[in-house]
């Protein structure tokens, strides 16, 4: 026992687990030790997470293992680049969302155990992050699977089909990687490998090159293809991922800002990343394949976006759509394209968990989450609308902003393909940041720059910034400025030396110093320089502005047809009536009414027709003995045909 607890990665796991168990059995006496404790646990990951991160890489004893037959199934641990970015960086968004949490989820009947849930999800994310075999690595992941279920569970009414929704679609990638690693524990898998390569051990740049699938013949193909439906799905890319604006909805904010919005990005990009880079060496078609789903996730996710009325089910289309920058960088298959995704991975998380925070002050503050019940928030929540419009802007891609860094990267990794298909991937991610830009214009429109209701005009009012609620949304738009201005923060120190045993020439073609980045043939960019430039436009259009301002104007109250209009709702402008145009227009109209409906939700469709299958097996429960004897003959007809012939295919 002592020697597990003196494991170095172990040892934080323990205590954060410890600390959920108390928070959970105090939950219903208290929840301020919950927000004690959920403080603690994220401080804990983050100290113990910056020691391990000196000693990258590291791979740690077997902790033990669990026997399966004739299987073994290794507990071990091990300490990378990408590990650690996840551990500290759940541990840190923990933290944030703790704080907000003191006020925003104050006097719900379930509070304490909503902090013992998190914490729970947290140590989940570090047995991902730290996991150094599969099976570990599936521990956790099942862990968030069930810490987000509990936490979408006790929303408004109406969240617990939401969460049903979510634990269908996630429960299903949970059972594609654990097929995945029963395959890889097969005998017709482990027979190809030598010992140590990958699908043994996730400690990988030390251990061996990564595998073609086509080596392990079609099994190869097939564990490819259940680890990247298990990351898709995790991190919420097309198709799967209607579970999303399904759970957003009626779900509490702080949820949706640390597991969907944040750490399921993290576990889902890093599952992929690690698969891409350490386990199977993509070629074409798996590249292709990769770069096709993130294309049409950045698209139809960001027009679905910009048809929403509903403030976090708007915010929950914009998660979609950035998982395909990430995924489309990672199957460039090159260095600049997969540092880019990884770090699209990073800020996305830090912006998006913004916004979702930003969404929680607003829809408080306006007594609803529809953007057509708010407006004139920005004199009332100033820095809640500064650290809004900054995260807007990191999304949209706007310099010098994180979110531009990283989209940057992945536009260089696709031109840098010097191919046809490389630069319609790349018409398309631009085209997608223009379309994102101009959601967000009506975002910040509607909640903070239009006039408000009538009816919520006295609430509205009334609305004030509270410390907890604000830090931790100050502290997000800091984080965008900062990796903004110093990318090389994370992309030289942590980014590049994760890839460069895999792709030897990483720190040559993204060139990651502290002021700015070379993007190989294309080009190079720099923040700081970017940054003055921005400012000298700001303050020449400030200039401008008060030049006019010194004009005189003639100011009367506006009417129409006669009508005073001051006060009157009929004269407002709700963002709602924004891009209704392109709604209607004649090429996408149908395909936006189609999506509406869920003709891209798979577990609709599994539920329609699995449905049927499941009432025409329940029809033949008619009582008769007889009948079930005549099913119990045919299924030991079965069981035998199909053991006779393994052994006459093993003969």
């Not at 699938?213 to 490819?224: K, P, R």
């Not at 680890?227 to 957003?248: D, M, N, Q, S």
Request: charged fraction near 10%; hydrophobic fraction near 55%.
């Amino acid at each position: 026992m002592s020697e597990i607890w003196n494991d170095p990665v172990l040892r934080p796991i323990l205590a954060v687990l410890a600390f959920g168990a108390v928070a959970y059995v105090l939950s219903r006496a208290t929840a301020a030790v919950g927000r004690l404790l959920a403080l603690a646990a994220g401080i804990c990951v983050i100290v113990c997470g910056a020691f391990l991160a000196a000693e990258v890489p590291t791979d740690c004893p077997l902790v033990g293992a669990i026997a399966v037959g004739q299987l073994s199934l290794p507990i071990r641990f091990a300490v990378t680049h990408l590990g650690c970015l996840v551990g500290i960086g759940a541990g840190a968004f923990a933290v944030l969302i703790a704080l907000y949490s003191f006020r925003g989820m104050a006097g719900e009947y379930w509070e304490g155990k909503f902090y013992a849930y998190l914490i729970w999800a947290l140590a989940g994310a570090c047995l991902v992050g730290w996991a150094g075999s599969f099976f570990t690595l599936l521990l956790g992941w099942e862990l968030v699977t069930v810490m987000l279920f509990l936490m979408l569970n006790q929303g408004q009414p109406g969240a617990e089909i939401g969460a049903a929704k979510t634990y269908g679609v996630l429960g299903f990638a949970d059972a594609c990687l654990l097929l995945a690693v029963a395959l890889m524990l097969s005998p017709g898998v482990a027979g190809k490998l030598q010992p140590g390569q990958p699908m043994y051990n996730l400690a990988l740049p030390a251990r061996a090159a990564p595998l073609l699938a086509g080596s392990l013949g079609a099994i190869g193909y097939a564990i490819y293809a259940l680890l990247l439906v298990a990351a898709l799905a995790k991190a919420g890319a097309v198709p799967l991922h209607t579970w999303l604006p399904a759970a957003a909805e009626r779900a509490p904010v702080s949820v949706m800002a640390y597991l969907p919005a944040a750490l399921d990005k993290l576990l889902g990009i890093y599952l992929l990343a690690r698969v891409a880079l350490d386990v199977f060496r993509p070629d074409h078609t798996m590249q292709l394949i990769l770069m096709s789903i993130g294309a049409v996730t950045i698209i139809a996710a960001v027009f679905m976006a910009m048809m929403q009325h509903n403030l976090k089910r708007l915010l929950s289309f914009h998660a979609v759509s950035q998982v395909g920058y990430m995924v489309l960088g990672i199957g460039t298959g090159t260095a600049l394209g997969i540092v880019g995704g990884l770090f699209h991975m990073l800020n996305n998380a830090i912006y998006k968990s913004g916004l979702f925070l930003m969404s929680g002050t607003v829809g408080r503050a306006a007594g609803s989450d529809e953007i057509e019940d708010m407006g004139g928030l920005a004199r009332r929540l100033p820095v809640t609308f500064v650290c809004g419009a900054v995260a807007a802007a990191a999304i949209s891609g706007v310099p010098p902003f994180n979110g531009f860094v990283s989209k940057w990267l992945v536009y260089q990794g696709a031109l840098s393909l010097h191919s046809g298909l490389g630069a319609v991937m790349l018409v398309v991610a631009v085209f997608g940041s223009a379309l994102t830009l101009a959601s967000f214009v009506k975002v910040l429109y509607s909640a903070f720059l239009s006039r408000p209701p009538v009816e919520a005009a006295a609430r509205i009012a009334a609305a004030r910034e509270n410390f907890s609620m604000a830090a931790p949304m100050v502290v997000l738009a800091a984080g965008c400025v900062v990796l903004g201005l110093f990318p090389h923060l994370v992309v030289g120190n942590v980014l590049v030396p994760a890839v460069q045993p895999v792709l030897p020439k990483a720190a040559e073609e993204v060139g990651s110093s502290v002021w700015g980045m070379a993007g190989g043939e294309a080009g190079q960019w720099s923040p700081f320089t970017a940054f003055v430039l921005i400012v000298l436009g700001i303050l020449g259009g400030v200039v401008l502005l008060g030049i006019f301002a010194l004009k005189k104007v003639r100011v009367v109250r506006p009417f129409l047809g006669g009508e005073l209009g001051i006060g009157e709702d009929r004269y407002r402008m709700p963002g709602t009536g924004f891009y209704e145009t392109v709604k209607r227009m004649p090429a996408l109209k149908p395909l936006l009414e189609h999506g509406e409906r869920g003709a891209m939700d798979l577990y609709r469709w599994f539920g329609r027709y699995g449905g049927g299958v499941v009432q025409t097996l329940r029809a033949q429960h008619t009582g008769l003995i007889s009948l079930y004897v005549a099913w119990v003959m045919v299924g030991l007809a079965a069981v035998l045909a199909y053991l006779l012939m393994a052994g006459y295919l093993k003969s």
